[in-house]
């Protein structure tokens, strides 16, 4: 049986993919303890040994910030990875899964953005995805892009969630951004959708003649950074989390200055992706508390 290759098994959605992907799935991951993926002739020459039935690219450069000082591992990993995945897909004839992020766009927005909106991305980070999402769609038409936004999760390492709780456990005030607004999406739905994309296409129910292209999936509902972390300890205090935070301030961007510039709105409506697949649209704050009590039973 041809396996399902995954790329990025120790991220955080690698992680939540390998957990989820059911049994009846051959599954070959490979992470960057594997192999240096920009090294793109050898990574070529991986997945051809592997023979897979198909590809989901969940490994990236995401550290946005240091994205602006080191453009050059931000694009080799986020264009040129994505560019030899979609030429060994070509050559195997085989899809490949993209996961890509609303940085692409600019923010300028009011409405939730849809796959037709065109990117306008402000920062190297969103720049450096664009252009992977642009070298696949040029190379190989069989490819699903799937933009998301505001990921976290209980598996992985750093997210927005487990920062929060962190700097609650030590600190007893806190500054949060209210005025960058999105959809907060945690990797487990992220991963559901994806694995369902993958069955429906291992079982030809998906044709990707009329299907293939850029779609987004994120939770529904919306929220600025402020409401994500308000409802975090909320959720959390509910669950008597250990902590000692009193106060969350609402901060402006101006007052919270990064290295990079972030969209002011990046909400994404996912749609297109609920009427290929059997999706059920979850709010963010569901998601959020079934990634809190995952989260306290790893730590009993």
């Given amino acids: 049986m041809k396996p399902l290759l995954l790329l990025g098994k120790t991220g955080q959605l690698g992680q939540e993919l390998a957990r989820l992907l059911p049994s009846t799935f051959a599954v070959q991951t490979l992470g960057r303890a594997d192999l240096d993926f920009t090294q793109v002739q050898r990574l070529k020459q991986v997945v051809l040994d592997i023979q897979p039935h198909s590809i989901v690219n969940a490994a990236a450069y995401t550290a946005v910030d240091q994205a602006e000082k080191e453009p050059e591992q931000a694009f080799a990993m986020n264009q040129a990875v994505p560019m030899a995945l979609a030429e060994v897909a070509k050559q195997l004839e085989i899809p490949l899964i993209h996961i890509s992020t609303d940085y692409v766009f600019d923010g300028q927005h009011h409405r939730p953005y849809q796959e037709t909106d065109q990117p306008s991305p402000i920062g190297v980070y969103g720049r450096s995805k664009l252009a992977g999402e642009e070298a696949i769609r040029q190379t190989w038409a069989n490819h699903y892009i799937v933009r998301t936004a505001w990921l976290y999760g209980a598996l992985g390492q750093g997210n927005f969630v487990k920062t929060m ?100 709105y990046s909400v994404l409506s996912s749609r297109k992706l609920e009427t290929l697949l059997p999706l059920t649209p979850t709010h963010w704050r569901e998601s959020l508390r079934s990634m809190l009590d995952q989260l306290m039973q790893e730590m009993l």
């Avoid at 005030?173 to 959809?183: A, C, H, R, T």
């Avoid at 975090?232 to 919270?256: D, G, K, S």
Wanted: glycine share 8%; aromatic share 8%; no cysteine.
């Fill in 165 to 264: 709780l962190r700097l609650g456990q030590s600190r007893a005030e806190l500054g949060v951004v209210f005025d960058q607004i999105g959809s907060p999406t945690s990797t487990t739905y992220l991963a559901e959708g994806i694995i369902k994309l993958v069955q429906g296409l291992a079982i030809a129910a998906i044709d990707p003649s009329r299907s293939a292209g850029t779609y987004h999936l994120a939770n529904s509902g919306v929220a600025s950074w402020y409401d994500f972390a308000i409802a975090i300890f909320e959720e959390a205090r509910a669950r008597q989390f250990p902590l000692v935070l009193q106060r969350v301030n609402p901060l402006t961007t101006a007052e919270y200055p990064t290295v990079a510039h972030r969209p002011a």
